[in-house]
């Protein structure tokens, strides 16, 4: 398997989306989109190759796949596969808790200037994105009387 193809369509894949996320106008086929044909594609490329791995259908690195250990876990990321899963794993996840953030901004009222530099975050440093949102999420929703 071409491990540099996918990982470049991986990318470009998540690219895409973040850029409809942050760019356009959020209409429900957009969200639609971005939670179907970005987050689940992502993880549909995921759970192939992870199963992939974990059945050795694709090498794994020396010794296998194993999570139990740091050393474990170093040998699967020192392959061209277990670089693509687990880059792949990041994507997708950030791409979720983004549309989530978008989708929680949206509701509660935050202006799309405001959202655009977290979900930048959140794109580049997904827990640091979503550190921030929650930080300043929080005074609106309290003041709502409710947190969703």
């Not at 356009?24 to 190759?49: E, S, T």
């Not at 139990?68 to 899963?85: C, L, P, Q």
Request: aromatic share 12%.
């Amino acid at each position: 398997m071409d491990w540099g193809f996918v990982f470049s369509a991986v990318n470009l894949l998540a690219l895409i989306a973040w850029i409809a996320l942050i760019a356009l106008p959020r209409h429900p086929a957009l969200l639609a989109g971005v939670l179907y044909a970005g987050v689940g594609l992502l993880c549909l490329i995921y759970a192939v190759g992870l199963i992939g791995v974990l059945g050795g259908v694709f090498e794994a690195g020396e010794g296998g796949a194993d999570f139990t250990t740091i050393a474990g876990v170093r040998s699967i990321f020192a392959s061209d596969a277990g670089v693509t899963i687990g880059w792949t794993h990041y994507l997708a996840f950030d791409l979720f808790v983004g549309l989530w953030i978008a989708r929680d901004a949206d509701a509660k009222f935050f202006s799309r200037w405001v959202q655009a530099p977290i979900l930048l975050a959140t794109f580049m440093a997904g827990p640091l994105g979503l550190l921030i949102w929650l930080a300043i999420r929080e005074p609106r929703a309290r003041s709502k009387g409710r947190i969703r």
